[in-house]
C-alpha cells in the first residue's frame, strides 16, 4: 500500500475539533457545522487539560505526522488519519460530509459556490473583525493598539459592515438563493451558519449599529436568515446549551469605546 492510499478517513471515525477553551473564536463556526448536521463529536473546549492538546500542535519542535503537515493555528480538525487546519478548509472538508452543501445536478459545483459566500463572511466577521481590536499586530495586546483600534473599527463599522450586509442583501435577493431565507440553492448550506455566526459575534460586539442596522429595515433578508438559522432545532437546542461558550477576549469582544454607532449622530 502506497502512503497515498494509507491515509484514511473513514466514515466512522469521529470528528475531533481542537480548538482554545473559554470562548466560541473561530472554532464556533465549526462547531454549528457539526451541530446542525446532529454530529457528536470531541471538543478540546470542553474536557479538562483540553488545551494540552493545542499547545501541543502549536510546539515548535511540531513536524506533524507522516501524512500531514503541522498547523499553524486553530480551529484544528481530526477526522481518522488526517489533521487540517484554517476555518475555510475545515469547512470545505465538512460541508459536503455533513449534507451541508446541495448535491443535486441542478447545482453544479455548488462546493464552489457556497466557499465563495463562507469566504466572503469570514473576510468580514473573521478577518475584519479580529483586524477591529488588533489593527497593528496579533502579537500585541489590544491595549497596545488603543487607539489604532478606535480608527480601524470605527471605518470597519460604518464602512465595511454595511457594505458586507449589503452584499448579503443582494445574494438573498438574487435568482440563485432559490426560495426561502438562505443564500444559496434555496436550502441551507454552511455558508449560512458561517454568516449567522458572523452576525452573532457583531451584534456582542457592534451593539450599536447592529440594532441600527436591524431597525434600518435595509437589510431584512440577511436578519430573516439569522433568525431562521437560530430557529434551526438544532441550532436552537446548541445555543441553549453548555457547549454554546460565551464570548470573552477571543474573535468576538465587547469594548465600549469600539462600540460605533452606524452613523455619526450629533
Ligand atoms: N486564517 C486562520 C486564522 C487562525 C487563527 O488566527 N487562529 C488563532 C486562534 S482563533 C490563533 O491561534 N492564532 C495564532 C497566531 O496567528 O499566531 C483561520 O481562519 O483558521
Not at 64 to 92: E, V, W
Not at 176 to 190: F, H
Not at 211 to 229: I, P, Q, T, W
Not at 247 to 261: I, Q, S, V
Request: charged share 25%; with cysteine.
Amino acid at each position: 500500500m502506497s502512503s497515498q492510499e494509507s491515509q484514511v478517513s473513514p466514515k466512522d471515525a469521529s470528528y475531533e475539533l481542537l480548538y482554545w477553551p473559554g470562548f466560541p473564536g473561530r472554532g464556533e463556526f465549526i462547531r454549528l457545522a457539526l451541530e446542525e448536521a446532529g454530529i457528536t463529536y470531541m471538543d478540546t473546549a470542553q474536557f479538562k487539560n483540553g488545551i494540552d492538546q493545542v499547545i501541543a500542535q502549536y510546539d515548535e519542535k511540531n513536524l506533524g505526522d507522516d501524512f500531514n503537515p503541522p498547523p499553524f493555528a486553530c480551529p484544528i480538525l481530526r477526522h481518522g488519519d488526517l489533521l487540517i487546519s484554517q476555518t475555510s478548509n475545515i469547512l470545505l472538508y465538512l460541508g459536503p460530509r455533513l449534507g451541508l452543501v446541495p448535491k443535486d445536478d441542478k447545482h453544479h459545483d455548488a462546493l464552489y459556490k457556497v466557499n465563495m459566500l463562507a469566504l466572503t463572511a469570514l473576510d468580514a466577521f473573521s478577518n475584519e473583525m479580529h483586524e477591529s481590536h488588533h489593527p497593528i499586530s496579533v502579537g500585541l495586546y489590544y491595549e497596545d493598539q488603543k487607539d489604532e483600534a478606535k480608527r480601524r473599527t470605527k471605518d470597519f463599522v460604518q464602512t465595511r459592515l454595511p457594505k458586507f450586509l449589503s452584499y448579503f442583501e443582494r445574494v438573498i435577493q438574487g435568482k440563485a438563493s432559490g426560495e426561502g431565507p438562505w443564500l444559496y440553492s434555496g436550502q441551507l448550506t454552511y455558508a449560512d451558519l458561517v454568516l449567522f455566526q458572523g452576525l452573532n459575534g457583531a451584534k456582542h460586539s457592534f451593539r450599536k449599529a447592529m440594532a441600527a442596522a436591524e431597525k434600518s429595515g435595509k437589510y431584512n433578508r440577511v436578519f430573516e436568515l439569522y433568525e431562521a438559522v437560530k430557529e434551526r432545532p438544532k441550532i436552537k437546542d446548541y445555543l441553549a446549551s453548555k457547549r454554546r461558550l460565551n464570548y470573552a477576549n477571543g474573535l468576538f469582544r465587547y469594548y465600549e469605546e469600539l462600540d460605533f454607532d452606524l452613523e455619526d449622530r450629533d
